[in-house]
C-alpha cells in the first residue's frame, strides 16, 4: 500500500513539475501595442486595456490586458489608456481636381497631399475624378515605400455629356458610344464609373443599362436631365452631394416666375429666385417618400455637407482655417481664393450668400431624415478645388458637420469606417479592430465616441501596419510647410 501512495505521489509531484515548466508560446511580432482601449465600429462598445500585436500590416492577436503571454516584438508601444480606432475614409475626395488643372499645378506638389490625408487618420479614399495615371504613379510609389498614402480607389475620368464641364472628362457622344467609352475605361482598371452633370438623359440610362449588366457599380451626381428617383431606380450605387433632391422635392415653378426668371439677364438673379423658390415649397414629405425609395433600393448617399458649410460661410471660415493654408501646395493656396476659383465668385451679393445659407440648413434636414429613414451614408468632403476642404483634417470637419445634422458620434463615425468598407465590399479586410485584418488603425488621445472632435487628437497612425507617432507626424507637418514655403509653382505659371 505505501508503494503505491508513494508511486501517486511521485506521479502527482512531477506531473506538477512538468506543468509548471510549460510556457505559451512566445508571441512574435513587429509591433506590439499595450494598454490600449480599442473602440468597437459596431457596437458603440469598449474594450480597455488590450493588446495588440501586429506582423507585417495584419493584426495577429488580440489580448485583454490582463493575459501574461510572453511576446518578442521588434517594437513596443505602451498606448497609456488612448483609443484604437479603424483607420477613416474619405469617400469624395480630389487630389488631382481636373477644375484646377488649368492652375498648371506640378506633379510633385500633388504628390504632398496625400500624406496629409494619412497623418489626420484617413488611410483611405475614393479619388472622385482625375487623371488615372496618376493615381497608378501614386499607388506604385507607395508601394516603393517613396510617398506615404492612402489607399485609393479611383473612377479616372469623369463621364460627361459632349461637351463636358472640366478638362480631362470622357465626354460620351451619344448612347451608342457608352459601351467602347465604359470598356476601355474597365480595361485601364478603373474601380468604379462617376457621371457628371451634363450626361444626356438617354446617354444616362444606355450607361446604367451597360453597367448593370457588367455588375459594375457606377455613381456620382445625378445628371440634371435626370431625377434622384431614377438615379436610384437605375442602379446609381451612391449619389454624391444632395444634388438634384430639392428639384424633385419642391413645387414646380409656376409659369409666371418661370417668365420672370427668363427674363432676368443676371445668372445670378436667376438662380437666387429659383432656388428661394424651391427652399421655400420643399415637402419633407415627399422627401422622405423619396428617402425611403433610397433605403429600400440600397443606395448610398454622400452628402459632403462640409463643402456646403465652408462654400456658404466662406469669409467666416477662411478666419479660422487660415494657418492650415501653410500645409498646402501654392497653387491650392491661390485656387482657394475668389481670384481664381468658380465657387467664390459674387460673394459681394448678400442674397445669393443667404440663399447658400438656407440650402445648408435644408441640407441638414435632408441628411436627417434620410439617416431617419435608414439610407446608408458616406463620408466625404469633396477636397480639391473646394474651398477650406483641406485633406485629412476636412473630413473630421465633415463628421462633425453629420453631427450638427443630428447624427450620434456613433453613428457619424461609421460613416467614416464600417460604412465605406461594406460600400466598398472589402470588409473582409478593413473596418475594425481585429484579427486577421489590415493594420489601418487611427490612436487617439481621447474618445470621439464622447465628442466626434476628439478625432483632431491624434497620437498616431498605422498604415498598413507600419507605425506613424508623434515624432513622424511632426516631421511630416514641418517639412509639408517648409517645402511649400520654399514654393514650387508661382502665378507665373499662368502667363
Request: hydrophobic residues 40%; negative net charge; glycine residues 8%.
Amino acid at each position: 500500500m505505501k508503494g503505491i501512495l508513494r508511486g501517486i505521489f511521485l506521479a502527482i509531484l512531477f506531473g506538477s513539475t512538468s506543468l509548471s515548466c510549460k510556457h505559451n508560446p512566445k508571441i512574435k511580432g513587429d509591433l506590439l501595442l499595450t494598454n490600449v482601449n480599442i473602440i468597437d465600429i459596431q457596437s458603440g462598445e469598449i474594450d480597455y486595456g488590450q493588446q495588440v500585436v501586429i506582423e507585417g500590416n495584419r493584426i495577429t492577436h488580440r489580448l485583454e490586458g490582463h493575459e501574461e503571454s510572453d511576446f518578442e516584438a521588434i517594437k513596443t508601444v505602451n498606448a497609456g489608456n488612448k483609443f484604437l480606432i479603424p483607420g477613416l475614409w474619405d469617400m469624395h475626395t480630389h487630389p488631382d481636381d481636373p477644375e484646377v488643372w488649368r492652375m498648371q499645378p506640378p506633379m510633385e506638389a500633388k504628390d504632398r497631399l496625400l500624406p496629409l490625408f494619412v497623418i489626420h487618420g484617413v488611410t483611405g479614399i475614393r479619388d472622385m475624378g482625375g487623371d488615372l495615371n496618376l493615381v497608378k504613379r501614386w499607388r506604385e510609389q507607395y508601394s516603393d515605400g517613396k510617398l506615404l498614402a492612402p489607399k485609393i480607389f479611383a473612377c479616372g475620368p469623369l463621364l460627361d455629356g459632349p461637351n463636358p464641364m472640366w478638362d480631362g472628362s470622357a465626354g460620351i457622344d451619344g448612347p451608342e458610344k457608352v459601351e467602347q467609352v465604359v470598356d476601355s475605361l474597365m480595361a485601364e482598371g478603373i474601380d468604379f464609373l462617376k457621371v457628371y452633370s451634363l450626361l444626356p438623359r438617354d446617354t444616362y440610362m444606355a450607361l446604367s443599362r451597360y453597367a448593370n449588366s457588367l455588375d459594375f457599380p457606377f455613381v456620382g451626381h445625378v445628371p440634371f436631365t435626370v431625377l434622384p428617383s431614377e438615379a436610384a431606380n437605375t442602379g446609381m450605387k451612391s449619389q454624391e452631394h444632395l444634388l438634384e433632391i430639392l428639384k424633385e422635392c419642391s413645387a414646380q415653378i409656376p409659369d409666371k416666375l418661370l417668365k420672370e426668371i427668363r427674363g432676368m439677364k443676371d445668372g445670378v438673379q436667376k438662380s437666387v429666385a429659383a432656388n428661394n423658390f424651391r427652399i421655400g415649397s420643399y415637402d419633407a414629405g415627399q422627401a422622405n417618400a423619396l428617402f425611403g425609395l433610397f433605403a429600400e433600393k440600397e443606395i448610398w448617399h454622400c452628402p459632403t455637407l462640409s463643402m456646403w458649410q465652408k462654400n456658404a460661410w466662406f469669409e467666416e471660415e477662411l478666419k479660422k482655417d487660415k494657418e492650415l493654408f501653410a500645409y498646402l501646395p501654392k497653387y491650392l493656396q491661390a485656387y482657394w481664393t475668389p481670384k481664381y476659383n468658380d465657387h467664390l465668385q459674387n460673394r459681394d451679393n448678400q442674397e445669393y450668400i443667404n440663399v447658400k445659407k438656407r440650402l445648408y440648413q435644408l441640407y441638414l434636414e435632408m441628411v436627417r431624415d434620410m439617416h431617419n429613414k435608414g439610407v446608408m451614408l458616406l463620408a466625404g468632403t469633396d477636397m480639391g478645388a473646394n474651398p477650406l476642404c483641406f485633406p485629412g483634417i476636412g473630413l473630421h470637419n465633415e463628421l462633425k458637420t453629420l453631427v450638427q445634422a443630428g447624427l450620434s458620434p456613433h453613428e457619424a463615425l461609421k460613416t467614416a469606417t464600417t460604412h465605406p468598407v461594406d460600400f466598398l465590399e472589402i470588409e473582409e479586410d478593413y473596418g475594425s479592430v481585429e484579427v486577421g485584418k489590415v493594420a489601418d488603425l487611427v490612436l487617439l488621445d481621447k474618445n470621439p465616441l464622447d465628442n466626434i472632435a476628439n478625432l483632431q487628437y491624434v497620437f498616431a497612425v498605422l498604415r498598413d501596419g507600419k507605425f506613424i507617432g508623434p515624432k513622424e507626424i511632426q516631421e511630416i507637418k514641418t517639412s509639408t510647410k517648409a517645402v511649400n514655403a520654399a514654393g514650387d509653382w508661382t502665378e507665373d505659371e499662368l502667363k
